[in-house]
């Protein structure tokens, strides 16, 4: 392999993988290269019976052109037999990804919560095939209503399977302290760190709302705080309570209360909102967005979330996304 090349061996030659001189039939070695790296695949040996008239240099060299065609041939079937078998890898990794999508997208509510008086409404849009974040509607006792958005660091299939298992957790805690979102994600905290070593983290927003009375309970798990547009104060925010899960299992989180009044809206996002890039690395201006949320008021929710994500797409252009966009508008009429 360390010189490839056709090589022509007489009977009276020494063959360079034998040690000692040893009696032969005319030999000829030709190389099978690898179509794209140059490297040797593999060798043609062809071993020449003697005939009455012994075989002599030039009668050897007349075979080359055909064994070197052979050689081309068998080095153009493996190339094929190769991207063959590499394109029948990757259709299957695309179909798994594509079912693996399907099964995520069934992690997220299938149908909005029609509450009399308010309005709700959501969108995710994935950076890759599979996404970091989430959002979530939790049925709870007294028709009050869980409102969940989260946000896995980094992308991909690990953090698939991370926003998967802090989801189940969150809905399987939400309904055993349903008036507790602090005592909901602490607990989901020490579940996560004690079942899964993934080094990874994720930020939430969890909040439990009272639809006769528009109070909001909620904690805030290290994430973008959501913002609270009123007609009285403008634009509040409801700032974190605590770091994100998956980091120090000690760690607990305070909450907030605030009333949602009519005509209040109440913005959730992810950081692919906010931090934004184009095609200059630039990132956008919040004031955008809260330029939005101030004119909110009035509005439907679903033109919300509309303006919302325009301003964001016009941003960007073609630049390729880099963090998923997760935006859930609640209004009260």
Same mark, same amino acid.
């Given at each position: 392999?360390?010189?490839?090349e056709?090589?022509?061996?007489?009977?009276?030659?020494?063959?360079?993988?034998?040690?000692?001189?040893v009696?032969?039939?005319?030999?000829?070695v030709?190389?099978?290269?690898?179509?794209?790296?140059?490297? =040797?695949?593999?060798?043609?040996?062809?071993?020449?019976?003697?005939?009455?008239?012994p075989?002599?240099?030039?009668?050897?060299?007349?075979?080359?052109?055909?064994?070197?065609?052979?050689?081309?041939?068998?080095?153009?079937?493996?190339?094929?037999?190769?991207?063959?078998?590499?394109?029948?890898?990757?259709?299957?990794?695309?179909?798994?990804l594509?079912?693996?999508?399907?099964?995520?997208?069934?992690?997220?509510?299938?149908?909005?919560?029609?509450?009399?008086?308010?309005?709700?409404?959501?969108?995710?849009e994935?950076?890759r095939?599979m996404?970091?974040?989430?959002?979530?509607?939790?049925?709870?006792?007294?028709?009050?209503?869980?409102?969940?958005?989260?946000?896995?660091?980094?992308?991909?299939?690990?953090?698939?399977?991370?926003?998967?298992?802090?989801?189940t957790?969150?809905?399987?805690?939400?309904?055993?302290?349903?008036?507790?979102?602090?005592?909901?994600?602490?607990?989901?905290?020490?579940?996560?760190?004690?079942?899964?070593?993934?080094?990874?983290?994720?930020?939430?927003?969890?909040?439990?709302?009272?639809?006769?009375t528009?109070?909001?309970?909620?904690?805030?798990?290290?994430?973008?705080?959501?913002?609270?547009?009123?007609?009285?104060?403008g =634009?509040?925010?409801?700032?974190?309570?605590?770091?994100?899960?998956g980091i120090?299992?000690?760690?607990?989180?305070?909450?907030?209360?605030?009333?949602?009044?009519?005509?209040?809206?109440?913005?959730?996002?992810?950081?692919?909102?906010?931090?934004?890039?184009?095609?200059?690395?630039?990132?956008?201006n919040?004031?955008?967005?809260?330029?939005?949320?101030?004119?909110?008021?009035?509005?439907?929710v679903?033109?919300?979330?509309?303006?919302?994500?325009?301003?964001?797409?016009?941003?960007?252009?073609?630049?390729?996304?880099?963090?998923d966009?997760?935006?859930?508008?609640?209004?009260?009429d």
């Open positions: 392999k360390q010189h490839p056709t090589k022509v061996f007489l009977p009276h030659e020494a063959l360079p993988w034998q040690i000692k001189l009696a032969h039939e005319p030999l000829l030709t190389p099978i290269l690898n179509v794209v790296s140059g490297e =040797v695949d593999g060798f043609i040996y062809l071993e020449l019976q003697t005939l009455a008239v075989w002599d240099v030039r009668s050897v060299a007349s075979l080359l052109p055909a064994v070197q065609s052979l050689s081309a041939q068998v080095a153009s079937a493996c190339h094929q037999g190769r991207v063959y078998a590499e394109t029948l890898a990757a259709q299957k990794m695309v179909q798994e594509a079912l693996a999508r399907h099964i995520q997208d069934s992690f997220l509510p299938q149908h909005i919560p029609q509450i009399p008086g308010w309005q709700i409404t959501a969108a995710l994935p950076a095939q996404a970091g974040d989430y959002y979530d509607f939790i049925l709870l006792p007294d028709d009050q209503l869980g409102i969940l958005i989260a946000d896995v660091a980094d992308k991909g299939l690990g953090s698939a399977l991370y926003m998967a298992l802090s989801r957790l969150i809905r399987t805690f939400a309904t055993q302290y349903p008036a507790q979102p602090a005592r909901v994600l602490a607990t989901v905290n020490q579940r996560i760190l004690q079942d899964a070593s993934a080094n990874l983290f994720v930020s939430v927003f969890y909040g439990v709302l009272n639809p006769v528009g109070q909001l309970l909620y904690a805030n798990a290290g994430h973008p705080p959501p913002f609270l547009v009123t007609q009285q104060a =634009v509040h925010s409801l700032r974190n309570t605590g770091m994100p899960l120090d299992e000690e760690s607990t989180w305070g909450q907030e209360l605030v009333t949602i009044n009519s005509g209040d809206v109440l913005l959730m996002y992810t950081d692919g909102v906010t931090d934004a890039q184009n095609q200059r690395g630039e990132f956008i919040r004031d955008s967005i809260l330029e939005v949320a101030q004119d909110c008021p009035g509005k439907p679903d033109l919300i979330r509309q303006s919302i994500l325009e301003i964001v797409h016009d941003f960007v252009g073609e630049a390729p996304r880099f963090d966009i997760t935006l859930v508008v609640l209004s009260r």
